[in-house]
C-alpha cells in the first residue's frame, strides 16, 4: 500500500513535468544552443534494471522522437553491430568509448547516453503495470560538454498511471482487457518515456535542423 | 466482440494521445519494430524478411511521399551486405548519404568495409 502511495506521488510529480506547469523551472539550453549538434549516435543503454532485453527494447524506440525532433540519428543497429565487430561486445563497455574515437569513427556531433533504471512489467490481479524509468544525457562530441539532460518516464496500465484523463475508468478498463490480448507493454512504455522527455516544454530537446519551423523564418538559419 | 470495441477505443486514444500523425517528418513503416526484433525475437527476422519487410515500407514511403527515416537506408544496407548482395548494398548506403551528409562518416567507413569483404 505504501509503496502504491509512494508510486502515485511520483507520477503526479513527474506528470506535472510532462504537461509543463507554472512550477516548471526551463532548461538552461546554453550549451545546447551554442553546440547546435546535427547528428545524435545513440550508443545502446546501460542498463540497471533485472529485464535482460530493456537495453535493447529500449534502443529501438529512440530514433523517431529524435529524429522527429529533427536530429540526424545514426542508424542505431549498424551502430551496435560496428561497436559489436571492434570488439566491444556489450552496452556497459560501448558506453566507455572515447568521444574523439565517436567522432572519428561515426562523425556525430553529439552522443546520447542512456542510463536505464527501471524497466519492466509487474502483473496485477486485473491488470498490468509497464513502468520505464530512463535517465539520457547528450553530450558534444568535440567538447565533452553535457548539452541536454532528461529523465524519461511512463507508465502504462493500472489506474493510477490515468489520473487525470477525463476518461480515466474507461482507459483503466481498456487497459485491463488489453492486458488480455497484448502481453508486452515494454516497447510503447519506452516509446512514451522518450516522447514525454524529448518533447516536454520548456524542459525538452530543443528542435534540430531538419525540424522545419511551424511558421515562416525557414530561410534563415537553416 | 466487446475485446474488439476496446481495442478499437483505445487504438483511438493511443492516436490522440501520441497527437496527429500527418505531421511527423518521416515515413516510419516496420524500420524501429523490426530494429527491436532482431535483439529480442531474431529468428523472425531473419536476413531475407528483414530486407523484403523493409523494400516494401520503401515502396510505401514513396507512395506517402515521405522521406524514409534518418537510417532507414543504412540498415537495408547493412542487410543487403550481409546477404552478400554487394551491388544493393552499396547503393542504399549512398542513398543515405545523399540524403543525410551528416552520415557521411559512418557510411564511408562502412563502404570500405564492403569492399574489403567483397576481396576476401
Known sequence: MNKILKLGFLITFLSIFATGCQEVKPYDYTALKKSK??????????????????SYIYLSTLTEPLAEKGY??????????FLKENGLPTPAEMN????KKIREYMGADAVLYID?????????????????IAKLKLVDTKTGELLWESTAFAQIGGNSGNSGNPIGILTYLISAAITQVVD????EASRRANHFSINAEKIGLLDGPYKIPAKQDINKDL | MIVKVFLLISFVGILLLSGCNDKRLYYWGK??????????????VDIDTQISELEIDLRKAKDSGKK????FYAHLGMMYAKQGNIVSSKEMLLQEKALFPESSVLIDGMLERVKKNQGR
Open chain 2, 68 to 71: 524514409v527515416a534518418p537510417g
Open chain 1, 37 to 54: 549538434p546535427r547528428s545524435i549516435v545513440v550508443i545502446p543503454p546501460k542498463n540497471n534494471s533485472i529485464e535482460v532485453n530493456a
Open chain 2, 31 to 44: 524500420y524501429e519494430n523490426i530494429v527491436r526484433q532482431s535483439y529480442v525475437t531474431p529468428s523472425e
Open chain 1, 116 to 132: 536505464i533504471e527501471e524497466f519492466g512489467q509487474k502483473y496485477l490481479v486485473f491488470s498490468s503495470v509497464a513502468t520505464v
Open chain 1, 72 to 81: 540526424y540519428v545514426l542508424p542505431v543497429a549498424v551502430v551496435d553491430q
Open chain 1, 96 to 99: 566507455n568509448i572515447p568521444l
Open chain 1, 184 to 187: 508486452n507493454k515494454m516497447p
